[in-house]
């Protein structure tokens, strides 16, 4: 349960503190550079497990630990892309709040 836990609070978190660290330094455009940089570690990670790591050959199912990959993780660099995206999304509408409250401040309405 940890596990499940860290995997799906991890790309959020970074996501989120990405975001909000390009805003600062960028002003503008950061949140589609957090989106291309999300979309690069997914596609990454897809290539890196599909090509690159050890993929059981014999047909009888005794490959032990290191055998084929499961459906599960194919899925798992999409899921880590929509939890970034949801960080990105929550760094923007973050930024945007606090940029409302900044420019229009805590003055009354003008009547």
């Known amino acids: 349960m940890q596990h499940v836990i860290a995997i799906c609070l991890v790309p959020f978190l970074l996501g989120l503190v990405l975001t909000l660290a390009l805003r600062a330094w960028l002003r503008e455009g950061a949140v589609w550079w957090a989106i291309c940089v999300g979309l690069v570690l997914a596609v990454g990670l897809f290539v890196h497990w599909h090509y690159f790591t050890y993929h059981c050959d014999s047909g009888d199912g005794g490959c032990g630990d ?34 409302v409250r900044r420019d229009h401040g805590d003055r009354p309405p003008e009547s």
């Open 66 to 99: 290191m055998g084929d990959l499961s459906e599960l993780d194919y899925v798992l660099p999409f899921l880590g892309f929509v939890l970034w995206l949801l960080g990105v999304g929550a760094a923007a509408v973050l930024s945007h709040l606090t940029r």
